[in-house]
């Protein structure tokens, strides 16, 4: 059974500009002890989306299902229980400014009614789990960003969550503090099977982390799968775009001297598999065709683990190979797609 089900979910909003539809017809499928991504540019309707998922707001239309059970058949008692086993952070934090990192942790615990040296026990084991058993005494102010980040990580374990939504948990970070948070999540999620929703716009951090991804634009799912069949394989506009904006390793290739018959014929977007990286394709391609290739851009990206390599290609103005050369790259174990509106 999935953890979490988004059922035909719709969400609209009352302005004084008129009606706005932050969600329509939203549907999808968590499973238990999953990393899960959702991702969108802003106003896709991501952080709506996540609300739904804990009943923070309450959806127009739709269900949502958590291990069977609509939330929206809970009382408003059952529902703030149910809250306990859902934690969330957030871009900002959220911290308590004038109690120290201890007495953060320990809030929800006080909320629950545990007792103050119990409440302190868990707290401490929670600040060792997120390194940071010495600044228990400290106040937020005297924290990094990536600092604060863990104690409202382990703020939001406090109550032993099966699921924790992580709300743009990562955008306020530099991009090494980013990495450490996210490889604590990956650690959070291995230890304790906790299923981790990720809200993001950076396509960096879904392949980092996620196993699987729902791309929303204006409110829709766009595109939903596997992060590597995405990456590999966008099927959406808004999916492709958001990968070919990923810079991740950008090892751009592209010299100022290109010819410029070569400057502007078709565009495709390669992805090379474990066993095509080791041939030479690209060489061998221009050699079976006799016509040259323009690399506007390779990439490595590691996506779930895996290193997977990418380029851009520019094919000769004109040519009337270009359907061949694809198929030649298909049969040599690429993954091959279309790229409109290339910006360097």
């Known amino acids: 059974m999935s953890e979490i089900v988004v059922e035909n979910l719709s969400k609209t909003f009352l302005s004084k500009d008129g009606t706005v539809e932050a969600l329509k017809n939203v549907s999808l499928q968590i499973e238990s002890g999953d990393i899960y991504g959702i991702i969108g540019m802003s ?5 709506t989306l996540v609300r739904c998922m804990n009943f923070l707001e ?17 009382s408003e ?30 809030f929800p615990l006080y909320i629950q009614g545990k007792k103050k040296n119990a409440a302190h026990a868990r707290a401490l084991e929670l600040l060792e789990i997120v390194g940071l ?11 990094s960003g990536g600092q604060k980040q863990r104690v409202a990580i382990a703020r939001a374990l406090a109550c032993d969550p099966k699921i ?31 299923t981790i929703v990720v809200i993001t716009h950076q396509m960096s951090v879904v392949r980092e982390i996620c196993n699987r991804v729902a791309i929303l634009k204006d409110g829709v799912v766009a595109d939903e799968g596997l992060v590597s069949d995405i990456f590999t394989n966008p099927k959406s506009a808004v999916a492709r775009e958001l990968i070919l904006g990923d810079s991740g390793n950008d ?10 018959e070569i400057q502007s014929g078709e565009k495709i977007r390669i992805v090379f598999s474990e066993n095509s990286a ?32 990418e380029m851009i290609l520019e094919f000769l103005k004109g ?18 797609g279309e790229v409109t509106d290339y910006v360097e």
Do not use: W
């Open 43 to 47: 106003g896709a309707g991501k952080s």
């Open 58 to 74: 309450a959806p127009s239309e739709g269900r949502v299902l958590v291990n069977g059970k609509s939330l929206g058949d809970y």
């Open 77 to 106: 008692k059952e529902l703030r229980k149910q809250r306990e086993s859902i934690g969330m952070i957030f871009q900002h934090f959220n911290l308590l400014m004038q109690k120290s990192v201890l007495e953060n942790v320990c």
């Open 133 to 143: 058993s010495e600044k228990q005494n400290a106040y937020p102010a005297q924290l």
């Open 164 to 194: 924790l939504l992580c709300d743009e948990a990562t955008s306020a970070l530099d991009p090494q503090t980013t990495v450490s948070i996210l490889e604590l999540l990956k650690d959070i999620n291995r230890r304790f099977h906790i």
């Open 251 to 260: 090892l751009r290739t592209k010299s100022s001297n290109t010819p410029e």
């Open 278 to 309: 080791f041939e030479p394709v690209i060489a061998n391609l221009v050699l079976t065709f006799g016509e040259p290739v323009n690399i506007l851009r390779a990439d490595t990206k590691n996506v779930g683990g895996v290193a997977k390599g």
């Open 319 to 336: 040519s009337t190979q270009t359907a061949e050369m694809k198929q030649y790259l298909l049969d040599h174990g690429l993954a091959v």
